[in-house]
């Protein structure tokens, strides 16, 4: 099937046959999610030299560590000698051992043992693991299976000062308050339910609408690579809702960053993860703080209901998707989804977006 079928206009809601089609689905594997920055864990997974956690980014396995010297590292999680999974679980070393044979690697992916060489001439430095791009924005670890994808840095560059100006990095990401659910829907529908706030008076009506309505959500700044929009919330500062594509979408207001990430599992479903950081003392470092600040600082009464709500509609949404539609013309209020559409056309076609825009000046 050529990159041609897969072109769809961005001013408008994408085509029904784009959340069920296995073949749309195998494109976005292999020029999204495997060509791209995902967001893939938090700093305070990895704080210690010698941290190392495993994750799957779809279908590849990834080591994802803190070497020696500090320094973050993705390698691939298969042994070089007969692609056997390394590390299965979160764990500390100096050292990364096949539970196989016992061929052993650094914390750089360089083989250095491997028992019972004898007479056999093996070339060590052609047995190394493959090692993969990763940064970390703000915390937020991301990581790329192609070696040759723009610097993180330059992606994020048009939201870096709204995002620095939001307190991003007087926060604390905490692992221990972090959650994963599953989904009956493709991943773009709950990734772009995620970033607009065109529907929060209809979805969240108790939740959500009464603290942060929708008539005063706004577009701020962004385009295809990332963006930034905000809007009001009844008792405390605006917030900045910041859109990272593919998959991660976080709600920054006084004193906490809420996210959301979205990972592909099939044409109709996805893995949901969502997490948090929050303004913390030193000696604040229990749940029963952060629930106590929850409660004091913004209104913990929403926080537990809207994701249900997302969940029921956006599963909603799947199960029409059966069906065909003529796709529909996005509002100006849904910048944020033609911004999305630019990206998903970029990368799944090679067209590329429009320049940045920007709407409002850093506060």
């Not at 938090?42 to 010297?69: K, M, N, Y």
């Not at 100006?165 to 009956?184: F, K, M, P, V």
């Not at 960053?257 to 893995?271: I, V």
């Amino acid at each position: 099937m050529s990159s041609t079928t897969f072109r769809s206009d961005p001013t408008r809601a994408l085509p029904a046959i784009t959340y069920r089609d296995q073949a749309w689905m195998d494109a976005e594997i292999n020029r999204i999610w495997r060509d791209d920055w995902v967001f893939v864990a938090t700093e305070d997974a990895l704080q210690t030299p010698g941290d190392q956690l495993p994750i799957d980014l779809c279908g590849q396995p990834v080591l994802l560590l803190r070497d020696q010297r500090g320094e973050l590292k993705a390698l691939s999680n298969l042994c070089a000698h007969r692609g056997t999974l390394l590390v299965d679980k979160p764990t500390n070393g100096i050292r990364i051992q096949c539970p196989y044979h016992a061929w052993t690697y650094d914390d750089s992916g360089r083989l250095i043992i491997l028992p019972f060489q004898r007479d056999d001439v093996i070339d060590k430095s052609k047995h190394s693991l493959p090692e993969y791009r990763v940064e970390s924005w703000h915390g937020l670890i991301f990581v790329s299976l192609n070696v040759e994808v723009e610097a993180l840095s330059s992606r994020l560059e048009t939201i870096e000062p709204y995002v620095v100006a939001s307190g991003i990095d007087e926060l604390r990401h905490r692992t221990d308050l972090e959650s994963i659910d599953e989904w009956q829907c493709n991943w773009k529908i709950a990734i772009m339910n995620a970033m607009e706030s065109y529907h929060l008076f209809k979805v969240h009506p108790n939740s959500l609408e009464p603290y942060s309505p929708t008539k005063g959500s706004y577009y701020v700044a962004g385009s295809a690579r990332s963006s930034v929009t905000g809007g009001a919330y009844t008792k405390r500062k605006d917030y900045r809702l910041v859109s990272i594509p593919p998959g991660f979408v976080g709600v920054l207001s006084e004193g906490s960053l809420l996210w959301l990430a979205t990972y592909p599992t099939g044409p109709l479903s996805c893995q949901i993860r969502t997490g948090g950081a929050f303004a913390t003392s030193e000696n604040r470092n229990t749940l029963r703080d952060i629930g106590e600040w929850l409660s004091n600082t913004i209104e913990a009464t929403a926080i537990p209901d809207f994701l249900p709500e997302d969940k029921e509609i956006c599963e909603r949404v799947q199960r029409g998707m059966t069906g065909d539609f003529v796709p529909g013309q996005l509002l100006s209020v849904e910048r944020v989804v033609r911004d999305f559409n630019h990206y998903y056309n970029w990368r799944l076609n090679g067209v590329e977006p429009p320049p940045a825009h920007c709407e409002r000046s850093v506060d």
